[in-house]
């Protein structure tokens, strides 16, 4: 089964920082990963699509890059409303799995 | 609208069953695979179950393999997890989910529902 190794499990930032979230896959999974958003009590929100496509309605201050193995989300300008938890999702191959989560809290 | 609807959570003593029901509309139902994920309190995300679009193959975390049981029925536009023998570990909100990762606009998350195993 391919590992999904997400770093940092958790960061502070100020409003207006660049942050940036990794994740890496234990094998190749070529483009087949996701970037989820979630906020507590609330279901996950895709931010990016085939590691590097930004979803519909997505801010653009959101993005993400990599392939292979390695995979970096970044948020430009932390803003308010970015605090949450984030997740990457390979679906690869079966069984498919989630990062450990960063939590992203407010300096 | 695109919408996914959780149903059939509860409370159960370890040991027990429940079925766990999800309702979609708004979407070509029988064209896309759907997935169950679920978290543990103050947990991350963590991959149950998925099945094909015709309901043919199904898939499972080594944590439920052999205990839950994943089906659809395309005719009601509806997604099951059957959960047999439930252990106090298995305590989640558990999410019905749509995703396909390369196209846009495919992402579809239910809003959970909470199961608890305890006695």
């Known amino acids: 089964a391919i590992q999904m190794t997400q770093s940092p499990s958790s960061l502070s930032a100020s409003v207006g920082d660049r942050v940036t979230i990794t994740c890496r896959a234990s094998q190749a999974i070529r483009k087949d990963l996701g970037w989820y958003q979630q906020k507590p009590g609330k279901a996950p929100q895709l931010l990016i699509y085939?590691?590097?496509s930004l979803e519909s309605g997505v801010s653009s201050r959101f993005s993400g890059s990599g392939s292979g193995t390695d995979f970096t989300l970044t948020i430009s300008s932390l803003q308010p409303e970015d605090f949450a938890t984030y997740y990457c999702l390979h679906d690869h191959n079966y069984p498919v799995a989630f990062g450990q989560g960063t939590k992203v809290e407010i300096k | 609208e695109v919408q996914l609807v959780e149903s059939g959570g509860g409370l159960v003593e370890p040991g027990g069953s429940l079925r766990l029901s999800c309702a979609a509309s708004g979407f070509s139902f029988s064209s896309y695979s759907l997935n169950w994920v679920r978290q543990a309190p103050g947990k991350g995300l963590e991959w149950v179950s998925s099945i094909s679009s015709s309901g043919n193959n199904t898939y499972f975390a080594d944590s439920v393999k052999g205990r839950f049981i994943i089906s659809r029925d395309n005719t009601k536009n509806s997604l099951y997890l059957q959960m047999n023998s439930l252990r106090v570990e298995d305590t989640a909100v558990y999410y019905c989910?749509?995703?396909?990762?390369?196209?846009?606009?495919?992402?579809?998350w239910g809003q959970g529902t909470l199961v608890t195993v305890s006695s």
């Open positions: 085939g590691a590097s």
């Open positions: 989910a749509k995703w396909d990762l390369i196209v846009a606009g495919s992402d579809v």
